[in-house]
Structures are given as structure tokens and as C-alpha cells.
């Protein structure tokens, strides 16, 4: 319990500290007024709780909160991004601006030779003191014109690109293909196709429709198998079994299978790995099945999330399980939730791995920070040997802006080499 207030207390300082940033470049050093100064410090308290209530809202039920929270997350996200880029320009040009202003200075503190009580002689002091206020009063302008504009820069940058990223998020998914050689398939399969989905992400802000309209698109492209590679929920049954069941209306000639993600472990595990299972969706809890075709076999195996932890349906990832003691001749393509998972699954000669997880990083600049946790972010890669396809996933997490990534639907055609 302490760890979690710990936890707690060190995100909302951290989130305190990026609005105070926040408020210091977008308010204090815009603005002389108090007034004004007073109220972005308002705004930013609020909208600082703003972002923890709406991840502990979004879990109990509060799903009016999930609009204005993860816009506001977006923005909040693009707006110190631009801010940042700017560190560099706007500390260049206040070096300028004082560097004029010091260079100024002598010019205009120095007064006119003049003989001391010689008729009409100024009075040196007064005259020191007009000059010492002139240049000054164009310095402080010049730098609130310069703070104004880079705040105004970073506004609209930050509006336009989270603009541009609801409308891709929320678009339908784009369909790629990609064609993927195994050394070990028999000539007669080449050509097996895949339909593969991962991250659906239904919750707050995604529903059936978004259910069917992935469902309708998979079932166009009349594959072999499909495969949904976890994080399909952000809910319990109850709140989102009705929106999951369309996916019993998946179409193929071998068969749907399905692995967990790291947020059905959010979500209640156990009576997902049942839904799911009810639903028509063969799951893949470390076990592996025979893909018998009329051109050979293929070993189609699957993996808990590396994140798992319990016993029975909640039991962690078993490579073992899934892997061992199968006919090495034969390919295998083993579904796990995380890329990572690659890097134990090479140690049993996986052939390839399709995973989903990272979004394709979502948001850019964000896939750099998913590239330190992971081995492949996005599309084909290959670790120790296994190659790793990962696919973007077809919804989102959190704010729904999608960023240098779309919502992807893949189909992987494996080729005989």
C-alpha cells in the first residue's frame, strides 16, 4: 500500500513540475498581469489533476472523463515537445537582445560634456537616470514579443498535430502487406496467409463499431488464419463483453486464435480467457496447435504477456510449454503480445514471431522511448535469429491520436524460399 501511494505521489510531482513548466513559458513569461498570471495558475492545477483522475476515472466507470483528459494529455504531450525544440533558438536570441542592450548602454548613460553650474548645465544625476531607463524599456518588450510568438508557435503546432492525429486514430485501420520467407516451409504452403490484428483497445472511447468495422475487414481478405495478438480490451466483461462479440464472426480457413496482452491482466484475465474462448476465438495460453494444410504442416503456437504473473489462466509466459518437444523440421510461428518476448523464444528456434504492443510508438517522438524497451517497434526485424513482425495495432491507448503510426490491419503471407 505505501509503494502505491509512493507511486502516486511521484507521478503527480512529475506532472506538477511539466504543468509548472507549462505555465512558466505559456503564462508567467507572456504576460505581465497578475491577474493573468494568477489565472493560468488555476488552470494549471486543474488541469494537473485533470490527468491522474481521468486514468483512475477511466477504470471505475468515469468514461465521460476520457474526452477532455487524454486531449488534453495529447496536447499537453506536443506542447512541451515544442517548447523544447524552442530552448535552444530562444536562449540564443535573450543572449542577443542583452548583449545589445549591454553594448547600448554606455551610449546612453554618458551625458554631453558640459561645464558644471555653466548656465542651462543639466543635473548629472537626473540626466543619468532618464538615460538609464531608455534602452531597458525596449529590452523587456523585445523579450515578451519573443516569448508571445514562441508560445503562439508551440499552440498551434500542438493543436494542428493532435488535430491531425484524432482524425488518423479514429479513421479506419489501413490494410499492409507483407511477405515474410521461412527457410522450413514446405513449397506446397507457400503462400499461407495471416490476418493479423493486435492493441483493438476497446474501452472509453472504442466500441462495437469499432469491433465490426475490423471484423468486416479482416473477413474481406479471405485468409488462412487470423490472429489477434492481445490488448483487445481496457474493461471488464460486463462493461465491454457485447462490444468484443462480433469477433466470433471472424472468418477463416484454419481457424481465429488469440494470445493476451498486458491489459487483460487490467482487466480480469480469467473471465476473458473465458469470453474470448465463448466468443469462437481459439486462446493460445502457452500451448501450441497443429495447422494441418493440404500443403504440410505448420506449428502455430502462443504465449502469455511477459508482464503476466498468477496461476491457472493468469499464469505467466512458458516457452517451454508452448515450444518444447516439437518437431524441429517442421516451421513455427509463435503469437506473443510484446516484441520482447523474441528474445526468449529464439532460444527454441521460433522461425517468426508476430507481436503488437507498441502502437508503432503512437506518438511521435514517443517510438524513440518504446525502442529502449523493446527490440522491433514497428513492422519486420529480427532477434537472435527469430524474425519479429510486429504490427501497429488497430486502436490506441490513452489519447486517441495516432502520430507517425496508423491503426494497422496486417497480412502476412509466409513464402517458401
Do not use: C
Amino acid at each position: 500500500m505505501l509503494a502505491v501511494v509512493a507511486l502516486v505521489g511521484f507521478v503527480l510531482v512529475v506532472i506538477g513540475l511539466l504543468h509548472l513548466y507549462l505555465w512558466k513559458r505559456l503564462v508567467r513569461d507572456t504576460t505581465a498581469s497578475r491577474r493573468l498570471r494568477r489565472a493560468g495558475a488555476v488552470a494549471a492545477v486543474l488541469l494537473t489533476l485533470l490527468v491522474p483522475a481521468t486514468m483512475a476515472g477511466t477504470q471505475n466507470g468515469l468514461y465521460w472523463l476520457a474526452w477532455p483528459g487524454y486531449i488534453w494529455l495529447a496536447l499537453m504531450f506536443y506542447l512541451l515537445v515544442a517548447l523544447l525544440v524552442l530552448e535552444v533558438p530562444m536562449l540564443v536570441a535573450r543572449l542577443v537582445l542583452r548583449r545589445r542592450a549591454v553594448a547600448a548602454e554606455p551610449a546612453a548613460v554618458v551625458p554631453a560634456p558640459v561645464l558644471v553650474g555653466a548656465p542651462g548645465a543639466a543635473d548629472p544625476p537626473a540626466v543619468a537616470a532618464v538615460a538609464a531607463v531608455d534602452e531597458p524599456d525596449h529590452d523587456p518588450s523585445r523579450r515578451l514579443l519573443l516569448a508571445r510568438g514562441a508560445a503562439i508557435f508551440a499552440g498551434l503546432t500542438a493543436t494542428g498535430i493532435v488535430g491531425y492525429g484524432v482524425r488518423n486514430a479514429l479513421g479506419p485501420p489501413r490494410l499492409d502487406r507483407v511477405q515474410i520467407p521461412l527457410a522450413k516451409l514446405p513449397r506446397r504452403m507457400d503462400g499461407l496467409r495471416i490476418a493479423t490484428v493486435a492493441d483493438i483497445h476497446l474501452g472509453p472511447l472504442r466500441g462495437r463499431a469499432h469491433t465490426e468495422r475490423i471484423v468486416a475487414m479482416i473477413n474481406r481478405l479471405d485468409a488462412d488464419l487470423v490472429a489477434v495478438v492481445g490488448d483487445l480490451v481496457d474493461g471488464s466483461v460486463a462493461e465491454l463483453g457485447e462490444a468484443a462479440s462480433p469477433l466470433g464472426d471472424l472468418r477463416s480457413r484454419y481457424g481465429s486464435f488469440f494470445v493476451t496482452g498486458n491489459h487483460e491482466y487490467y482487466s480480469g484475465v480469467e473471465e476473458w480467457v473465458r469470453e474470448v474462448d465463448r466468443i469462437g476465438l481459439r486462446v493460445l495460453q502457452n500451448v501450441r496447435q497443429e495447422i494441418r494444410t493440404p500443403g504440410g504442416v505448420l506449428d502455430l503456437a502462443g504465449v502469455n504477456d511477459v508482464t503476466a504473473a498468477g496461476t491457472g489462466l493468469a499464469a505467466p509466459a512458458d516457452y517451454a510449454a508452448a515450444l518444447g518437444g516439437r518437431d524441429p523440421s517442421r516451421p513455427v510461428v509463435l503469437l506473443a503480445h510484446q516484441p520482447v518476448a523474441a528474445v526468449e523464444a529464439a532460444r527454441f528456434g521460433v522461425d517468426l514471431q508476430l507481436s503488437g504492443h507498441t502502437h508503432g510508438g503512437q506518438m511521435v517522438p514517443f517510438n524513440l522511448a518504446v525502442r529502449l524497451e523493446q527490440p522491433v517497434v514497428s513492422g519486420l526485424g529480427e532477434v537472435d535469429g527469430t524474425k519479429v513482425y510486429v504490427t501497429n495495432g488497430a486502436g490506441f491507448w490513452g489519447p486517441p491520436v495516432r502520430v507517425g503510426a496508423n491503426p494497422q490491419v496486417t497480412l502476412v503471407e509466409l513464402r517458401a524460399p
